[in-house]
């Protein structure tokens, strides 16, 4: 009998360290987050450190394991992967919504929405959340918004576009169909294309002339072939993480709560790395040889006029119901 109570106590001995391990193995939370940046790119260094910080304030209990490069999922697989809980977040450029939520173009259209003091306010802003809203209704819910660019550059071989009048037939990257209203106004002929197939298409002659922002002028060697560039406020583009809304309400409320915070301390970071960023790319483009024009106050009004009221139309015929909304919430702020 004696023996018996030394093994069931020796047995409990033996099983009682096991329970904290398995504690530990059910709280323990896998977040992937797929996006279409290089390593190289802000966003990817940023969502680094966001994963980072979660797993040092959860002490190890979160693991948010981030694939750039489209390493997880195509940048058109991202949403219906999220949405079926396939894998639990993703990162989307607002335009890249296209016709599936209209409304996510608003931040991009041209003369709308570039100035700083107002780009800051946005995250939080009851803009941000309207449009956080209609994600909602899409099966994912936003977790931050991480300013992308402000600047566009148009850049071309032959001779500058300074004027409205210098896009006359020039064939031109466009960004999406409802941004080409503005190209097409000025009477260009855009064609758009995934910024990666832009080089080769401008080397072959292709296209004529280029649309990027100025960091992505950088990355992707427009110095290398294409003379000029015309540097101006045209658009403003916001990528957003959002994630599977059924795997965020499984979790703990403190486990929520750090991911949330850090998502937030993402936002601040992304605004200064990115100005950060563009300066050094204007800077970059001139040293490299490009022959840069930074448009005065005249053009860029002369642009607005010609170029804005074509895309914001077209808008509010893709957005009949939520677009005059989204507008008159962000130029709001």
Request: overall charge positive.
């Amino acid at each position: 009998m004696q023996r018996r109570h030394l093994l069931l106590a020796a047995t409990a001995g033996l099983a009682a360290p096991a329970l904290p391990r398995l504690a530990r193995a059910q709280a323990a939370v896998t977040m992937r987050l797929s996006h279409q940046f290089p390593p190289s790119h802000q966003h990817a260094g940023i969502l680094v450190a966001f994963a980072e910080r979660v797993k040092a304030r959860s002490q190890g209990a979160i693991d948010v394991q981030v694939f750039p490069a489209e390493q997880l999922a195509k940048a058109g697989e991202n949403f219906p992967g999220v949405a079926r809980g396939a894998f639990e977040a993703a990162a989307a450029v607002n335009f890249q919504w296209g016709n599936t939520l209209p409304e996510m173009n608003v931040i991009t259209l041209p003369y709308l929405f570039t100035e700083l003091e107002r780009i800051r306010k946005f995250p939080g802003s009851p803009a941000a959340q309207y449009l956080e809203g209609l994600l909602q209704k899409r099966a994912v819910r936003n977790l931050m918004w991480l300013y992308t660019t402000r600047q566009a550059i148009f850049t071309s071989g032959r001779k500058p576009l300074v004027t409205t009048d210098d896009f006359k037939g020039v064939k031109i990257r466009g960004l999406n169909a409802l941004t080409d209203h503005a190209l097409t106004a000025v009477g260009a002929a855009p064609s758009s294309m995934p910024g990666p197939e832009v080089p080769q298409a401008l080397q072959s002659g292709v296209l004529d002339a280029g649309l990027t922002d100025v960091s992505a002028a950088v990355s992707r060697r427009f110095y290398e072939f294409q003379k000029f560039g015309t540097v101006t406020p045209w658009f403003c583009v916001f990528t957003h993480v959002y994630v599977n809304p059924r795997w965020f309400d499984r979790l703990s409320p403190e486990h929520r709560a750090i991911i949330t915070e850090s998502a937030a301390q993402a936002e601040r970071d992304q605004i200064p790395l990115t100005e950060e960023v563009a300066a050094k790319a204007l800077a970059e483009l001139k040293a490299r040889g490009m022959t840069v024009h930074e448009q005065t106050e005249a053009e860029r009004a002369a642009w607005s006029a010609a170029m804005q009221k074509p895309v914001v139309d077209a808008f509010l015929k893709l957005a009949p119901e939520g677009g005059a909304r989204a507008i008159e919430l962000l130029r709001a702020l």
